[in-house]
């Protein structure tokens, strides 16, 4: 377990943590006005690999030599300027600090982080860290590479679980959700929709089937697998029969046999690794996705039921009122799409670029 420190004074700033890997909607703005939650589980940290941040230089300020040294294949609209590898913790994990309230930047409900660091080291004044914690933003608070130093405490420093043990006590991330907002839909203060985080694993998965795809066109399996890339994958790739077969693999599944292409497989929540196959397998292109979502698609529910009211045996559902569904098909994250295909190399090829140009004039509408 590590605590952080000013890099100023040396003063703690954390409670201790264990490190993780960065969830995939770390980045994800959501809807409008809505509440989302903390984005770190407590007592947890992960450090994101890329900038965030001001200040943000136009594509057409950067040398394409120095994009792809990023790891940039494709052109965006701007790209974060501000040093890489800040860590990323619930706000409920910080101490011995202040917020500075001239850097509220442009936030409508709470604070966004545009003006820069808006916490301070409450011992000697050392801008330390941003607060996130507007509408339609998941709250974190990410300290500065360069203003916090990592140290190691006394502990129990556990192993990470085994692929074995993740598949036996993993749970599954419900696909539909509440939505809280302010105000709400007709005076409410939430409304019933696809999970935030469902939307931006398909996303960053949704790229890399691209990717995967070599052009051709790709079958997913039929059901909720089907519901959340199937559309989308109709979409953007040639029409024509199927060439390229998609399935899901992983800890304690069978072997999907040497005729799959593509595996949609878990990534590790602790480490970050994603599964990797043994043999005939071996060789096709791993497509990853959050564990929860992954379980969810492996073990699905056909609805979500309602606990019913009052003192009843445990484990007792009751089957009315009918499941709360989403009002509209399964769209992925617009920007988490993005940011994961302008980052694979298979988005240099020409057809691929197309997508990326296509996205900024808003040309598959539904689809995000």
Not at 6 to 34: D, F, I, M, W
């Amino acid at each position: 377990m590590f605590v952080f420190v000013c890099a100023g004074c040396g003063a703690e700033l954390t409670t201790p943590l264990s490190q993780v890997s960065l969830p995939v909607h770390a980045r994800q703005k959501y809807g409008n006005g809505a509440q989302l939650p903390v984005l770190m589980e407590p007592g947890t940290f992960a450090v994101d690999p890329d900038p965030w941040g001001g200040p943000w230089p136009k594509w057409d300020e950067i040398d394409p030599g120095e994009a792809e040294a990023r790891g940039i294949y494709a052109p965006v609209h701007a790209l974060s300027d501000s040093t890489p590898g800040a860590s990323v913790i619930a706000p409920g994990d910080i101490r011995g600090t202040r917020l500075i309230p001239e850097k509220r930047g442009g936030a409508c409900c709470g604070l966004d982080g545009a003006d820069g660091p808006n916490v301070a080291c409450e011992t000697c004044g050392l801008p330390v860290a941003t607060r996130i914690d507007d509408c339609s933003l998941w709250q974190a608070v990410r300290l500065s590479p360069d203003a916090v130093h990592r140290v190691p405490v006394d502990g129990i420093h556990a192993a990470p679980l085994s692929w074995a043990e993740l598949a036996d006590k993993g749970e599954g991330t419900p696909p539909f959700e509440p939505i809280a907002t302010w105000g709400g839909r007709l005076g409410s203060n939430h409304y019933w929709s696809w999970s935030p985080q469902w939307e931006a694993a398909a996303g960053h998965a949704l790229a890399h089937l691209l990717a995967a795809s070599q052009g051709q066109p790709v079958k997913v399996p039929d059901g909720l697998t089907a519901d959340v890339f199937q559309r989308a994958l109709d979409t953007l790739l040639p029409a024509g029969a199927p060439k390229r077969r998609a399935v899901l693999a992983g800890p304690g599944q069978p072997s999907p046999g040497a005729s799959v292409d593509i595996l949609l497989v878990p990534v590790h929540p602790q480490t970050g690794q994603t599964w990797t196959p043994t043999g005939p397998t071996a060789s096709a292109y791993l497509v990853p996705l959050p564990l929860g979502v992954w379980r969810w698609l492996i073990f699905p529910q056909p609805y979500l039921p309602a606990p019913a009211s009052g003192r009843i045996p445990q484990d007792v559902l009751r089957d009315d009122p009918l499941p709360l569904l989403p009002n509209h098909l399964f769209r992925a994250d617009r920007g988490t799409f993005q940011h994961t295909l302008v980052r694979l190399p298979a988005v240099r090829s020409p057809w691929l670029r197309t997508i990326v140009e296509n996205l900024t004039e808003s040309t598959w509408v539904g689809l995000f």
